[in-house]
């Protein structure tokens, strides 16, 4: 008999209306308001919840039943529109080090805070000795581990949501979805940089093995673990919004390619991409890349700026600054909600949210804005597209918060 039972109620016509709005929205499709996503991850839920690093990650019990907690509360006291179906599912990630880990960084874990990932590499001549690795190298080998025991525990957790059994779904342990450019300067730190003018061909031999490391090691938790069936295929660009036009096409086009050619093939939303640093002069080659989508793009490039270049071709999520969310008062954050919907207004294909990643202590009044902007703005019919994909009738779910 299951030790824990968690009831969950939740109005079910205003699931449905929320499920509604995000597919449509995904599609570039008129929507009866915007839809509100929020992008809080498990540091966001810890801290609300008084829970430190060190009882999270103590062990694979320990991690589920916060896991479970986590998305009980977020559930429950989020006013935005993320509850689509009556269900929890969770991914087991280590925030934003598992890739790095694998690659043979070492993690430095911190109660208060997610943990760091340290540079493995002090040269570019030990970019030579790097060794690509194995699908159960430095953290992925942990998460494959805590998948297997986490499966084993769901027994003891009953889900009752809205007076009916529900299910508990655990995501297979794919590798996290910092792509080969972010591990990259997860490895080399701030020297990358310098390399990349100065090595160039050493920069792709670096690119070649975490690419070829991270194409392996999906395939073989793809082999493994075939269900539930990929929905999405999305990279996270982070760091890369610090190099040229010219650089990004060189070191990040070419790799994230490989990716989503492996990858992503045949999925609606398979060209997907994450990038929330300031990159209003790599706008035009996202364009070129023909991403799918744009989630979690950051406050520091205008709205106007990307709807000019990307509206009407992806969908977008983003951008209210989280440091107005942290200390803004709520009127403020309304007012730069509707500025982001305003500049989306003509094409739609927008997820409003922030840009990106909630800081723990977020007051969820200012969460509540975002709605409220949304509601007093109304219903968007988009004019028109060119999408990536026009068929686009999926639902995409994100790993670890970039
Ligand atoms: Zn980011």
Known sequence: ??????????????????????????????????????GTYDRYYLAQRGVGYDEYFSGPETYLYHKIMNQVWAIENMPDDRCQEPEITIYLDFENVTNASAFGCEVVWHDG??????????????????????????????????????QHNLWDYRLIFNGEEAPITVLPPDPDTEGPFTVAQQLGGIDLYAWLALYPETCHQLMHKITTGLVQAHDYTRRRYPRPVRTSCAVVDDGAEMISAGMYRKFCVPYDDQIYDALGQGMADGRSKHMCGKIDHLLPVLVEHRISSLWGFGHVVEPEVVADALSGRCWLRGNVSPVLLLKGRPEEVEQAAKRVLAAFARYGGLILADGFSIAPGTPLENIAALVRASEAWGPVEPAGSQMVNASWSGVAHTASGG
């Open 1 to 38: 008999m299951a030790n824990h039972i968690i009831k969950i109620d939740y109005p079910p016509e205003r699931m449905a209306a929320n499920a509604r709005r995000i597919q449509a929205a995904k599609a570039l499709k008129a929507v009866d308001r915007t839809p509100v996503w929020v």
């Open 113 to 150: 805070e997610p943990p760091w990932a340290l540079p493995t590499l002090s040269s570019p001549d030990d970019i030579d000795r790097l060794e690509i690795p194995t699908p159960h190298a430095g953290l992925w080998g942990k998460r494959f581990a805590w998948y297997e025991i986490v």
